[in-house]
């Protein structure tokens, strides 16, 4: 599959991306220079003509992973998906261990809490975090394109309908949520597969734990996803009966995920100034090209892409250093904590015997670094033999 090279002018603004053989060809004959490696991009040493066309931008929001595909009437320019972090909470309870202990051993300072008043719009840590990580994918790819359209699929799960699905007229209008799909959550909450046997490569349907004849209600609690063999194996029973306990207790898990995309997605569309779309669309259109479920096929699909040519998609990692250096406590005993900050980390750009490599770890005290095929393997080598080129933090370009 095509690998486009990004390319900026003289004064950094993107225009229309090249092809490999174009930006070697630049490169050897010193009209360019690196600016970027991930993804590659070149920037210009003449000035040329600013032309651009038109560029979608599709944008798939998610709670654990982000797609986003770019395409002009002619072609898919990039494409990719987006893994956001899934360490926010656990990272702010040990703040807040961190913080308690200092305040009953130290005497740090009086608790603020009943100070403390949540500015409008506030949003929870970990659902800020999403929200920002989808503002900067953004930001970033309107750095690599001449991006002029942006659409994006907002969230298609209305949990008050989900949990009272016979609410109607005012009673509804009361709430913040419109439009659902049950089975379509439901899918997506049972991984696409039959929640008895496991299949995937068959019709869903959808199922009731607890049957209607046996006082079960459609409450999305009592729903889930099965093939038609396992729904007419099962009959009348339940689904413990049936051989299959730990089906409801999954069945009850909270709507955590859907929750918190129903909180930002009309953020993300104002903010971003793009249009929407909803997901029952996404996926109309894309059975009708015949592509498999995925975040990228999902957000070609919602750039209007329909049968240009795919390119090479992208594996984008969020890079967090660790900027925590060695402390002691005021008492001058050992360290209340003990991680170092090492000159180089995972994902830092470093060169070694004149080549380019990613470094992978340190170890021995931060004194040797592993770097990332060299030779086609890993290498331990000294910190005093590489040289830093660029720190590595961001988003980090991965082709997948």
């Known amino acids: 599959m ?19 053989h174009n930006g070697k060809r630049l490169l050897k004959e010193g009209k360019a220079t690196v600016v970027k490696r991930c993804p590659f991009t070149i920037q210009l040493n003449y000035a040329t003509g600013e032309a651009t066309q038109l560029i979608k931008l599709g944008v798939d929001i998610g709670f654990t ?16 998906t987006l893994n956001l972090r899934k360490d926010v909470s656990n990272k702010l309870e040990e703040k807040r261990r961190y913080r308690r202990t200092r305040r009953g051993r130290l005497g740090y300072r009086p608790p603020r809490f009943d100070n403390r008043k949540r500015p409008e719009g506030w949003l929870a840590p970990s659902t800020q975090h999403r929200h920002d990580s989808h503002i900067r994918l953004v930001e970033t790819l309107a750095t690599l394109l001449p991006i002029t359209y942006k659409r994006i699929e907002t969230a298609n799960f209305d949990t008050q309908k989900m949990r009272h699905p016979e609410i109607t007229g005012v009673a509804y209008q009361q ?20 929640a008895y046997c ?10 009731h734990i ?28 339940t ?17 955590k995920a859907p929750a918190c995309i129903n909180n930002i997605r009309w953020r993300l569309v104002e903010q971003l100034g793009a249009e929407h779309t909803y997901g029952y669309v996404t996926k109309y259109q894309r059975n009708n090209l015949g592509l498999e479920k995925s975040h990228v096929n999902d957000a070609f699909v919602i750039a209007g892409g329909t049968t240009q040519p795919r390119c090479r998609p992208y594996e984008v990692i969020q890079v967090r250093r660790n900027n925590r250096s060695l402390q002691l406590n005021r008492k001058g005993f050992k360290p209340s904590i003990r991680r170092q900050r090492y000159p180089l980390q995972p994902y830092d750009l470093v060169k070694f015997e004149g080549r380019t490599y990613r470094v992978k770890g340190t170890h021995c005290l931060g004194k040797r670094v592993i770097l990332k095929n060299v030779n086609g393997k890993d290498k331990s080598v000294a910190i005093k033999k590489v040289e830093l080129v660029k720190y590595g933090k961001g988003l980090f370009f991965n082709l997948s």
């Open 65 to 80: 992973n982000i797609g986003f595909s770019a395409k002009t009437d002619t072609l898919e320019v990039i494409s990719g």
């Open 175 to 194: 709430g913040e949520l419109q439009g659902y799909e049950v089975k379509e959550y439901l899918l997506d909450k049972w991984g696409r597969k039959c």
């Open 198 to 207: 496991g299949n995937t490569n068959v019709p869903l349907e959808v199922e």
């Open 210 to 237: 607890v049957p209607k004849s046996r006082g079960g209600t459609d409450r999305v609690s009592n729903l889930t996803i099965s093939c038609r063999n396992c729904n007419l194996k099962k009959g009348d029973k």
């Open 2 to 20: 095509r690998v486009p090279i990004y390319v900026v002018n003289m004064r950094g603004q993107p225009l229309m991306p090249t092809t490999q």
């Open 239 to 255: 689904a413990e009966e049936f051989g299959y306990p730990h089906i409801q207790k999954q069945a009850k898990t909270p709507l």
